[in-house]
């Protein structure tokens, strides 16, 4: 394929314009030293890495797998985490919710410093970070990899199970200012999962994060 960007590859997909359904690997460099790691689409993949590209194809096939699946391998992950010295926590569903217009309809307060654990961790992986409260949750936004736009949620225990998730997510959608809000999402947290398609978020890939320690 003819993009060599990972921001241009991201903002391609949130049109609904996917790389071709080929079998093969897009290496590009990495947006910034912070973020590296593997975009896996239908049928393609994306590694985004300043490691050589030759490493990265050579490093699949030695997984000695499924060529469409060798670059979310165990093998390989566990290589590339290696020769770069880095750490991942899991792989990701991704998401992403087309925006909405208008201000959202769940009444929320932005707040300057919080010392919730969830906007502790945006924090670490994400810049111009803004959070919102809700009574019972928190919503957060901040920019993360090649600069997209990502949200993060978390809904108090005494509030579950009244639809506050879909809402909080739902609301990131009105205040991305007209941009795609993507979302990372653990496929074992299938609460926070059913949320996200509840507020109109479609899948479209997934995702391994590789982090500088």
């Avoid at 903002?11 to 996917?18: E, I, L, M, P, S």
Wanted: with cysteine; hydrophobic share 40%; net charge neutral.
């Amino acid at each position: 394929m003819a993009t060599k960007n990972l921001r241009d590859i991201l903002d391609a997909v949130a049109r609904g314009d996917f790389p071709p359904a080929d079998g093969g690997t897009t290496v590009v460099p990495q947006p910034s030293h912070r973020d590296a790691g593997v975009l896996a689409l239908t049928a393609h993949s994306v590694v985004f890495t300043d490691e050589d590209p030759e490493w990265v194809r050579e490093a699949m096939r030695a997984a000695r797998c499924d060529a469409l699946a060798a670059s979310m391998n165990a093998r390989f992950l566990t290589a590339f985490l290696d020769r770069t010295g880095r750490t991942t926590d899991t792989i990701d569903l991704l998401a992403v919710g087309s925006p909405l217009p208008g201000a959202p309809p769940l009444r929320l307060r932005e707040i300057e410093d919080p010392g919730h654990p969830r906007v502790a961790g945006s924090r670490k992986r994400r810049d111009a970070v803004r959070v919102w409260a809700a009574d019972g949750g928190v919503l957060v936004l901040g920019r993360g990899v090649a600069g997209r736009l990502e949200v993060a949620v978390e809904v108090d225990e005494h509030a579950r199970q009244r639809g506050l998730g879909r809402q909080l997510v739902t609301a990131a959608r009105h205040l991305g200012g007209g941009e795609p809000v993507w979302a990372q999402i653990s496929p074992g947290n299938a609460r926070s999962l059913r949320a996200f398609q509840a507020g109109g978020y479609l899948p479209v890939g997934s995702e391994a994060l590789l982090v500088a320690r």
